[in-house]
T-cell receptor
Framework: GQQLNQSPQSMFIQEGEDVSMNCTSS?????WLWYKQEPGEGPVLLIA?????ELTSNGRLTAQFGITRKDSFLNISASIPSDVGIYFC?????????????FGSGTQLTVLP | DTAVSQTPKYLVTQMGNDKSIKCEQN?????MYWYKQDSKKFLKIMFS???????INETVPNRFSPKSPDKAHLNLHINSLELGDSAVYFC??????????????FGNGTRLTVT
């Protein structure tokens, strides 16, 4: 099946630091979505990107849809303890009759006080 | 509250049993999904369903079957449970069907443990 390569797999950072994570694929995507999952809960949508080159912010979060449509990154500025969780990239692949959402393997973020 | 809600949150059962997980959404969405999250946190789609089309991931055993009494509900039935079925199962919904690029909204998951 289609794969999204998400990195890094995990990150340990100090409170106040900036964070960057990214996803790449060999396939072209129509959309890129970034989700956050906290323990015991389902993934929650953070940012949705719909056009190549699009740069979108949501508070301290910024995400970009790569020009090639094969990659996306998520930046978190000035991290705080509540940023802890698993961050997933996801996207709809442009080919195929059913554009089902494909997820990356997640980035586990730990913020140290 | 507008949401995707699923029950139960925890389900512990023995091998060979049949069980169901219920899902309801009040977001007015027309497409619902079931995802399986394994121990490595990887999210894998099992089914997507609207009133016109059921799409089944070919890797899902036929012991798993979705049942939709109406647009707001998509329940998951599992027959003859196996140890490998232990995972967290997430229900989700979206607007516009699986052929549109709309984001999914997830429930809080059901942790299934098969002993």
């Amino acid at each position: 099946g289609q794969q999204l390569n998400q990195s890094p797999q995990s990150m340990f950072i100090q409170e106040g630091e900036d964070v960057s994570m990214n996803c790449t694929s060999s396939s072209i995507f129509n959309t890129w979505l970034w989700y956050k999952q906290e323990p015991g809960e389902g993934p929650v949508l953070l940012i949705a990107l719909y056009k190549a080159g699009e740069l979108t912010s949501n508070g301290r979060l910024t995400a970009q849809f790569g020009i090639t449509r094969k990659d996306s990154f998520l930046n978190i500025s000035a991290s705080i303890p509540s940023d802890v969780g698993i961050y997933f990239c996801a996207g709809h692949i442009s080919s195929g009759s059913a554009r089902q959402l494909t997820f990356g393997s997640g980035t586990q973020l730990t913020v140290l006080p | 509250d507008t949401a995707v809600s699923q029950t139960p949150k925890y389900l512990v059962t023995q091998m060979g049993n049949d069980k169901s997980i219920k899902c309801e959404q009040n977001l007015g969405h027309d497409t619902m999904y079931w995802y399986k999250q394994d121990s490595k946190k990887f999210l894998k789609i099992m089914f997507s369903y609207n009133n016109k089309e059921l799409i089944i991931n070919e890797t899902v055993p036929n012991r798993f079957s979705p049942k939709s009494p109406d647009k707001a509900h998509l329940n998951l039935h599992i027959n003859s449970l196996e140890l490998g079925d232990s995972a967290v199962y997430f229900c989700a919904s979206s607007l516009g069907g699986s052929s549109y690029n709309s984001p999914l909204h997830f429930g809080n998951g059901t942790r299934l443990t098969v002993t």
